[in-house]
């Protein structure tokens, strides 16, 4: 439907504006096609996050046919007007669409007969997680009928399960009976026998058969089914940075520190002067950190302090740290001492937006005291981050400081878009101008 509403709205501007299609309009609907098919599902959701992702994806598809239009100087052949028109237009009646298909959708699961009945083998901790995702999710039309488990009450042992509805003898029967559309298998791996007993039991029915794996005791990170070779493989813990995703990664990384770049280099020149000025030594503070993958990269900061501790053990700034210059207390205080690492984005070692990188000496540290730590460097360390905006920036004096830190990280690697980005973008330059806490 997306690309479909964007190739309508094309035409619907020719005729208001009263071009007729020529060569280079059809090459720029076939463009378009190919950019954006097959479309995005927006139905189910609502507010404000569904029109940022909805402008975000178009957005993105604009500055690629204005990129191969200036490319190729064919710019002059569209009418500048029908074009902003168009730019302008389409996600409206994308949005429009998104609501009123919902709406449509939703009507239609709430008829008598339109939802699949579900039910779950297995009443675990697995189960019930899946039970509850099956129920708050209307638009996914289920309707969950309950358990079954071999096991008794007394076994189970789980207070949100409700009345388990039979054993997996029963299961067969109960199918038939009671038109089940969809089995989803959430037994452990360990009872590889029972769960072959159960397909076999099963095949001669007409339910979908789903199966469930326990990965709930892992940290998953862009968990994903992927196809090597006809043979499936659950991916549980993976960098969000690749294809495509890369390449829109490190194009508004470019796009973005060189703006900034420009913007600053007064206040970069000002700022390197004051330095100077406040006590002896270098501008530029280069401390050894870990980027991508575990490798070693140097950071460059504005220097804040009289000294440059850079080996094995690094002693983080604390509130009133007498090695902190006056000016660079304020440097500190409104993060300005961060501007040069612009270049090291630029130099492709970070990004704008990710995890912050930690000093050598915390991470071998950290790695042994907290779970996870190291996966955080699956993507390039960031100038600003998650967890930076939810008021983990400064000082970790304490381990639990350092596990909501690092938990803040892996949550932006689980849900990283480029809304996102741009969200904690904004949320930064707030906390450079009011956040009174920083030091």
Sequence with gaps: MEPVIAVLCFALMHELYGRPFDAASTIAIILTLVLMFPGISYFGRSGVGVIIDIVASWGGVVLVLIAIALATRSLHRFDHGLLRGWFIVTPCLQWLAVTIGTKVLLNHLDQPGARRRAVIVGANAVGVRLAQALKSKRTRGHEFVGYFDDRGAERIGLASVEQVSGTLAELPRFIDENDVKDVYITLPLSSQPRITELMEMLQNTTASLHFVPDVFGVSIIQGRLEDVGGIPVVSLAVTPFT???????????????????????????????????????????????????????????FRSM????????????TRNDSRVTKFG?????????????????????????GPRPHAVAHNTQYRELVRAYMARHRVKPGITGWAQVNGFRGETDTLDKMKMRVEYDLEYLRNWSLRLDILIIFRTVRLVFFDRSAY
Excluded: H
Aim: proline share 4%.
């Design 243 to 301: 294809g495509v995703n890369w390449l829109l990664k490190r194009g508004s990384d470019i796009f973005l520190s060189g703006c900034i770049l420009v913007l600053v280099f007064p206040v970069l020149l000002m700022i390197s002067i004051g330095v100077k000025m406040s006590s002896p030594g270098p501008v530029i503070f280069r401390q050894k950190r870990t980027g991508l993958d575990g490798q070693i990269i140097e950071v460059y900061k």
């Design 306 to 317: 009289t000294v440059q501790d850079n080996g094995a053990f690094v002693m983080q700034a």
């Design 329 to 353: 207390a304020f440097l500190r205080k409104t993060s300005l001492d961060e501007l040069p690492q612009l270049f090291n984005v630029l130099q492709g070692q970070m990004s704008v937006v």
